[in-house]
């Protein structure tokens, strides 16, 4: 495969390294796009053609890089291969739609749709003209993942019998939430902590150690209302929550092993040794556990921790460092998985990124999660 040609919804005019309100773009996909040598920004479409040049202006981008006001404008320029999209989920389906339609390779971030029925239509476009698609659950390329998946299927462990995992759905202090980012409190928004903090982890959960047979949930919204603080630290209003910060589900997975999930609403310097996620996976002949110090899952943390216990054994930290592309080196820690599903795209790797078909499988089980718990919102 040629030098892939890009064509990027929802770059945005800012500067920044940190994530926030329309940053997701600058600090996960433009690296990747400025560094790779597998992929090149050829065009930048925004909701004019004004904010489209200035966000070209302000990263730097080749003055040849065209500028667009209209997705269908995007879908029809000849010179892009990837359509890239990212931004707010409940423009996902205008936004995608004509490029599937032009038969274009076409990445959505996750979620793929506001909804279970959004994300069905995606996928039936993209199935019927027969594209390559990818969608933004960057964990499964974490290196820590795919070591967990080959110690799994090389039968280390034996046969699986168990796993155990808690997390949290909260990665700053729990009594607080980000400025301009209130749309996430809603539950019916499609992007929240349950439809992305938690379906993040789950995404990996399955891809790992396969779906499950049967399940019993229960959500719970602990925290109704949650300040929102101005820069200066002092609290701005009062946002209304409805969103689950309290998501158990167990049950048996098609392989035959028993699961327990349970994600609870504490930020990372509420939880013991710092530990956003904990999660264990046990087997006839030994477990292993998988820490690191964010809830956000899909982020590569420098403090991923992966250990295994073989039976008659001392406990092992394993090593789960492999070689690398060198541009991976020059991307910001926020945006390294980005970079490395969009490598194991262009080499062809699906091992190590999902398609509109497997996440629409994921969207399917947040609303199977929801429904058996009965949760109201």
Not at 200 to 225: A, N, P, Y
Not at 341 to 356: K, P, W
Request: charged residues 20%; aromatic residues 8%; negative net charge.
């Amino acid at each position: 495969m040629g030098v892939i040609r890009v064509g990027m919804i929802g770059l945005a005019a800012v500067e920044s390294s940190t994530l926030g309100p329309r940053t997701w773009g600058v600090v996960s996909f433009l690296p990747t796009f400025i560094n790779s040598p597998d992929y090149e920004i050829v065009a930048v479409c925004n909701s004019t053609v004004a904010s489209a040049l200035q966000a070209i202006e302000t990263h730097k981008l080749p003055k040849t890089t065209n500028a667009y006001g209209s997705p269908n404008d995007l879908a029809n320029d000849p010179n892009v291969d990837l359509v890239v999209v990212s931004v707010l989920v409940t423009k996902h389906v205008v936004l995608a739609e004509p490029a599937l339609i032009a038969k274009k390779q076409v990445f959505v971030e996750w979620p793929l749709g506001a909804s279970t029925r959004e994300a069905e239509r995606l996928t039936e476009l993209a199935r019927a003209n027969n594209l390559k698609t990818i969608v933004g659950v960057q964990a499964r390329a974490d290196p820590v993942i795919v070591k967990t998946k080959q110690l799994i299927n090389s039968g280390a462990l034996g046969s699986i019998t168990s796993t155990t995992v808690i997390g949290s759905t909260s990665s700053i202090p729990s009594d607080v939430w980000f400025k301009g980012s209130e749309f996430y409190l809603g539950m019916r928004t499609g992007a929240n902590v349950f439809h992305v903090y938690f379906a993040h982890f789950l995404d990996s959960f399955t891809h790992v150690l396969g779906g499950f047979e049967s399940l019993q949930s229960s959500l719970k919204t602990e925290i109704t209302e949650i300040k929102i603080p101005a820069e200066d630290g002092v609290q701005e209003h009062i946002a209304q929550k409805n969103v689950p910060d309290h998501v158990l589900v167990q049950g048996k997975l098609k392989s035959g092993a028993m699961a327990s999930i349970a994600y609870r609403w504490a930020n990372l310097n509420e939880a013991v040794d710092d530990v956003g996620v904990r999660w264990i996976i046990t087997g006839k002949d030994g477990e292993i556990e998988i820490t690191t110090d964010q809830s956000h899952w899909q982020m590569n943390s420098p403090n991923w921790k992966l250990r295994l216990k073989l039976k008659g054994a001392t406990t092992q930290e394993i090593d789960f460092s492999s070689p690398e592309p060198d541009f991976i080196k020059h991307i910001p820690q926020i945006g390294k998985n980005t970079g490395r599903i969009l490598e194991a795209y262009a080499r062809g790797n699906q091992a190590d990124y999902a398609d509109f078909e497997s996440a629409l499988e994921t969207h399917k089980l947040l609303d199977e999660i929801v429904q058996k718990s009965g949760f109201k919102y």
